[in-house]
């Protein structure tokens, strides 16, 4: 894997003062690679590094300061260029106009993990394999955090992507999938992960706590981006190809299993308003597409805002 960089500083704090880093030509990386790099960092010097034990991935772009947002930008450069077929990973270490689900805004502050992966599973899709790209995020960072001292089983899925600690927001993920021909042909994935800091979110009937890692465990030797970054892609990348091999279930019974959200009378808001159509009812289960089912309505949903009412 090459590792590609911006800042010597932001760069060693994700893969450690060991790694070796040389001035890079931005010319010298393959294919399209260039054009991503001058979308994703506006400076003229950059840096790279191999990491020879890491041979999943082809790319890590870590960026010390991102204008708008990765997860946004790497879909705009796919959509442009079709040819870029590197399994990437792209993390910014501070930044603004960073949005989450429903193009929500999100507080990309320094300290915090800001990361976005990318991937050619070129797989038939079906019911099953797209559940699992949905949640692989989730799965992954609840497996993560329960490798981490004093953080083992704490972390909880809620309704559909956000992961809890004590009931407050430390993690958001989203998932998006290009489709053709009954093909996921690739797939992004945008994780938001606070490690150091809780940003400060306004007060709103959907908007709650958020908390960070760090004031669960506060030793940094243990809790720290680099520790916490290698431990996740191992996991993404394990969950990955289990579920390009079809042996998958496991991801969806520990989604349902650490849940927050079961037997919790909630109320569901529209995906883009805060006032409209609410429904409300206590959780009753959750089904194999994700879509929730409560005491309160006849059919399923399958979009929208949760918020945890008891």
């Not at 999100?106 to 949640?135: C, D, K, M, R, Y």
């Not at 927050?260 to 289960?285: M, Q």
Request: net charge negative.
């Amino acid at each position: 894997m090459q590792i590609i960089s911006d800042s010597l500083g932001t760069a060693k704090k994700y893969v450690g003062n060991k790694q070796i880093f040389f001035p890079l030509n931005p010319e010298q990386l393959k294919g399209s690679a260039p054009g991503l790099l001058s979308i994703l960092s506006d400076k003229d010097n950059f840096f790279t590094s191999e990491f020879a034990e890491e041979s999943f991935f082809k790319y890590f772009f870590i960026i010390g300061y991102s204008k708008e947002s990765q997860f946004e930008a790497m879909q705009n450069f796919l959509s442009k260029h079709s040819d870029y077929n590197y399994p990437s990973i792209l993390v910014a270490h501070e930044g603004e106009n960073f949005r989450g689900q429903h193009n929500r805004n999100w507080e990309a502050l320094a300290g915090n993990l800001h990361l976005v992966l990318f991937f050619q599973p070129n797989v038939e899709i079906n019911s099953s394999n797209s559940t699992s790209f949905n949640i692989i995020s989730s799965v992954s960072l609840i497996e993560t955090l329960d490798e981490i001292q004093g953080l083992e089983g704490a972390a909880k899925t809620k309704w559909i992507n956000d992961i809890l600690i004590e009931g407050s927001k430390v993690a958001g993920c989203i998932a998006q999938s290009n489709i053709q021909e009954d093909l996921i042909q690739s797939v992004v994935l945008g994780i938001g992960l606070n490690v150091e800091n809780s940003p400060k979110l306004p007060e709103s009937a959907i908007q709650r706590a958020t908390t960070s890692l760090r004031e669960h465990q506060k030793n940094a030797d243990i809790c720290n981006l680099e520790s916490i970054l290698k431990i996740l892609l191992q996991k993404i990348k394990k969950n990955y190809e289990d579920i390009l091999n079809s042996d998958h279930k496991y991801m969806l019974d520990l989604y349902i299993k650490r849940n927050a959200v079961l037997g919790k009378k909630v109320a569901i808001h529209p995906a883009f308003n805060e006032t409209s159509d609410l429904k409300t009812g206590v959780v009753e289960r959750i089904g194999e597409d994700l879509s929730l089912y409560l005491d309160s309505e006849k059919e399923p949903i399958t979009s929208g805002r949760l918020v945890i009412l008891d």
